[in-house]
């Protein structure tokens, strides 16, 4: 392989990128997703496995991956963790019940090597609903204020 | 059947649609199965292509071959010209794996008009979950086609046509053919020939396909007018133009 071709290499792998959506099972992943690409959003199922999406404009490329959130899946979101510019952990903000398992995955998420230049996005999702924790209070649950995302290149916003 | 094996590479270099099968039907070892695949106007939603295990192709005896146990790999497609002058499409892939996990899972797929290559797709799936149920979907736009190259692609039915390649790591597990047939709209119709077809149905969803019983089989599958792949080949393409739609 000559240098130019590596350079092309390069370059191609610049105008692709990778956003990586995950969090526990109906949260509201695959929702998110379809809302922003004007869907219909009635009839979502649990991702039992991927769902990608890859988006092409012009000569760029951005392709997002929707991985199910499902107790038995997680074990292999590790697969899945190459090359992500950005991660987007999405958070039931009603599910209470749920929330140190929440804080705990993304805990363990973040000390994954291979994720440890992504930019994160959290969203505190189902603000509509009643009895939905306010995106303070999701930010203290997850231990947002912890060492671990002091380095960390990150954001949490409300969503419903 | 060549001896020697197929590796992605050797498939990239194609300049032409392959005589025969590059591997035999028994190489998906891995219960890949192809649950549906739709097309749509990204813009208005409208599907202009379905098949699924709830919608699917007729068989065509004509040229189907009940003997022929390749013929379960071979598919033709009928499609709107629309799928060559919209500006922006999708395509949805669902598919299921088996009880083994697969690592770096692959698809080439070469498209031709005769023995012309005009479009190359490559996307690697890399990881499937064990007994998982996944989708692709890609939006594309489509650069503008030499209006000579789009006549004569409808003007003669199924002579356009695609070789798809699955690989399994470096292995070759599913090699699939697709030949194209486009439809011209009547312009003084009422409306699309798809929209009778299918309706303001949206995607045909993984969900309907799972469950539903009978129907296509794995060769429902080979993606359309290609996926739209991360990486569309340059230069050589009649469809890669610097410029498109945008």
Not at chain 1, 113 to 141: C, M, R, T, W, Y
Not at chain 2, 115 to 124: G, P
Request: hydrophobic share 35%; glycine share 6%.
């Amino acid at each position: 392989m000559g240098f130019l071709s590596i350079v092309r290499k390069l370059r191609e792998k610049e105008k692709e990128m990778k956003l990586l959506i995950i969090g526990l099972d109906n949260a509201g992943k695959t929702t998110i997703i379809r809302r922003f690409n004007g869907e219909p959003i009635d009839t979502i199922a649990p991702t039992l496995g991927f769902d990608i999406k890859t988006l092409q404009h012009k000569q760029y490329t951005l392709n997002i991956w929707d991985i199910g959130g499902q107790q038995t899946i997680r074990t292999y979101w590790r697969n899945y963790f190459e090359v992500t510019d950005g991660l987007v952990w999405v958070v039931d903000s009603a599910d209470r019940w749920r929330l140190d398992t929440c804080r705990d995955e993304l805990k363990d998420l973040l000390q994954e090597e291979q994720l440890g230049g992504a930019s994160l996005l959290i969203f505190a999702n189902k603000q509509d609903l009643p009895d939905a924790l306010s995106v303070d209070q999701i930010a203290e649950h997850l231990d947002l204020g912890a060492p671990q995302f002091k380095k960390r290149h990150y954001c949490i916003k409300a969503w419903s | 059947m060549p001896s020697a094996r197929v590796i992605p590479e050797d498939v990239l270099d194609l300049k032409a649609p392959t005589k025969k099968f590059l591997c035999p039907l028994t190489a998906n070892e891995y219960g890949i199965e192809f649950l549906s695949f739709v097309i749509q106007d990204y813009r208005s939603k409208k599907t202009i292509f379905e098949v699924s295990r709830d919608r699917p192709l007729p068989i065509d005896f004509s040229t189907h071959d009940a003997l022929d146990p390749d013929s379960l790999r071979k598919i033709n497609y009928e499609l709107s010209e629309d799928f060559l002058m919209l500006p922006q499409i999708s395509t949805t892939l669902v598919f299921s794996v088996g009880q083994e996990p697969l690592k770096d899972f692959r698809m080439i797929e070469r498209h031709y008009f005769r023995d012309r290559l005009i479009k190359s797709y490559d996307f690697s799936f890399g990881f499937c979950i064990p007994g998982s149920t996944n989708t692709w979907e890609a939006v594309y736009a489509l650069p503008p086609m030499d209006p000579d190259l789009v006549k004569d692609m409808i003007d003669h039915p199924y002579e356009t046509s695609s070789d798809s390649f699955y690989f399994v790591g470096d292995k070759l597990i599913m090699h699939n053919k697709a030949f194209y047939k486009y439809v011209r709209e009547d312009a003084s119709a009422q409306c699309k020939s798809y929209e009778a077809k299918y309706g303001s149905s949206s995607k045909g969803e993984a969900k309907g396909a799972k469950n539903a019983s009978g129907g296509a089989k794995a060769e429902a599958k080979t993606s359309g007018g290609g996926a739209g792949g991360a990486k569309a080949e340059g230069k050589s393409d009649a469809w890669s133009k610097e410029t498109d739609y945008f």
